[in-house]
């Protein structure tokens, strides 16, 4: 016992080694105060990666070191908690557990996944046919992902899946809706019309569809095509034993409740735009009504994953701070002088690096978007248009990510240890030369041929 204790912390004090040396040696000019904020953030992501400590405890590190050298105002390192999508995340989460309480889930489960998903391949089809279909029901990709979940994790109970295998099966969810969220403009209500209002640029649904749907459709095969030869062997091993099926007895008033009050909550999310009610509100108030019915009780308070939420204001806090300190920007200084002077496929090989090793560092697409948009706009101009530079940012930073931090639907899933961070970096390393093969094979030959390059 006091062997693996000593092993454990010599790993802890072997983390240190990077983060003081950057420090100490203040790369690229930094000044102390963005010395600190790198080397802190280096240090907790071989935190988060290694997980020698634990990723509560990590993420307080991080806020608490983005409080005191960030030089950025407390209220935007802070910034998540006081957000709407905060409130939506750990809403989304308790309606969910209500569809379980309620049997919906199961009845789901056993109407679909029971009848049809009788092999792990139809399962993780079925991850990008749901993916896609919720599209026009949920455009928040996170409340989709938590409540697809919710049904796997339904489905999986009393079957002999292994915990390996469940792991695969559930991240195919998350991996799946990262490229489904791409095929419309309403896909991720929040990160597609960021990027276009970064890059001051405006597109419709129809216009969105035209530059983006019949790539996104063929990288959307690719990945899953990626997904299962990557997996293949864990796949493989997973078996998915039948359960005798018991006749379902009549809906309960309970259950009934469930599916009107998830109805009226679809609905209204699905029509935001017209009513203009905050989807967060309408979570609460489902959420609300579930505890009145019964649906919910206090000891369902549990799934609002308190863990989970620290670890994503930490991960969201990184953009913010790395761009409020500085450091954004003096790496961003540093990338700019690799740019060739003329138009050429290196040209977007290097923008499409830029965006990749920023994304690293901020970890946040949205901030990372907001980094290096309206710069790349300035310094492009006259070579790229704007609006096929805005969508080959976009798809880089979406498809991008080495770690769970680096895409928050893919971090919801991590965070709730539905897979491990070894899963998602051995797809994410995948990924990093998919998003290389998709842009030069589908979306520069398709713009090309569309005429907006």
């Known amino acids: 016992m006091e062997t693996a204790v000593a092993k454990r912390s010599y790993k802890q004090l072997y983390t240190f080694i990077l983060p003081l040396l950057i420090v100490l040696l203040r790369p690229l000019g930094m000044n102390l105060n963005q010395s600190i904020i790198l080397g802190a953030l280096v240090l907790v992501l071989i935190w988060w990666t290694t997980g020698v400590v634990n990723k509560t405890y990590s993420s307080i590190v991080l806020l608490v070191v983005f409080a005191l050298f960030g030089s950025t105002p407390f209220n935007v390192v802070f910034r998540f908690p006081m957000s709407s999508n905060f409130y939506m995340i750990g809403f989304s989460f308790l309606l969910s557990q209500g569809i379980v309480n309620s049997n919906v889930a199961n009845r789901l489960s056993g109407a679909i996944l029971n009848k049809y998903c009788n092999h792990p391949y139809k399962l993780i089809l079925m991850s990008f046919i749901f993916g896609t279909v919720l599209i026009f029901l949920i455009p928040q990709p996170f409340s989709r992902v938590i409540l697809l979940a919710s049904i796997y994790r339904q489905f999986f109970k009393g079957r002999e899946i292994g915990e390996k295998g469940m792991s695969v099966l559930l991240f195919s969810i998350f991996m799946a809706s990262t490229a489904t969220s791409m095929l419309f403009l309403n896909g991720d209500i929040i990160l597609n019309l960021a990027a276009l209002q970064f890059g001051e640029v405006s597109l419709g649904w129809l216009e969105w569809a035209k530059y983006m749907l019949l790539p996104s459709i063929a990288t959307t095969l690719l990945m899953g095509g990626g997904f299962l030869l990557l997996f293949k062997e864990d796949i493989s091993s997973i078996k998915i034993n039948s ?191 998919l998003v290389f093969l998709v842009v030069f094979g589908l979306y520069l030959p398709w713009w090309r041929f569309i005429k907006i390059i």
């Open 243 to 433: 359960i005798k099926e018991e006749k379902g007895a009549a809906a309960d008033i309970k259950e009934k409740a469930a599916i009107v009050i998830m109805g009226l909550v679809i609905l209204l999310w699905m029509t935001e735009s017209i009513h203009s009610v905050n989807s967060a509100i309408v979570a609460l108030v489902g959420t609300l009504a579930m505890f009145i019915f019964g649906i919910l009780e206090k000891k369902d308070l549990k799934s609002f994953n308190i863990s989970l939420m620290i670890f994503l204001t930490a991960a969201f806090s990184i953009g913010s701070v790395m761009k409020g300190s500085g450091v954004a920007d003096i790496l961003y200084a540093r990338l700019m002088t690799v740019f060739p002077s003329s138009f050429s496929n290196l040209y977007i090989m290097i923008i499409i690096a830029v965006v990749m090793i920023l994304h690293m560092f901020l970890g946040s697409s949205l901030t990372t978007l907001s980094v290096v948009v309206p710069g790349l706009i300035e310094l492009t101009k006259g070579t790229l248009g704007a609006i096929p530079l805005v969508l080959l940012a976009y798809i880089t930073v979406n498809l991008h990510y080495i770690l769970p931090f680096h895409h928050v639907t893919i971090m919801i899933g991590a965070g709730n240890n539905y897979y491990s961070n070894r899963i998602v970096a051995k797809f994410g390393l995948l990924m990093t030369i």
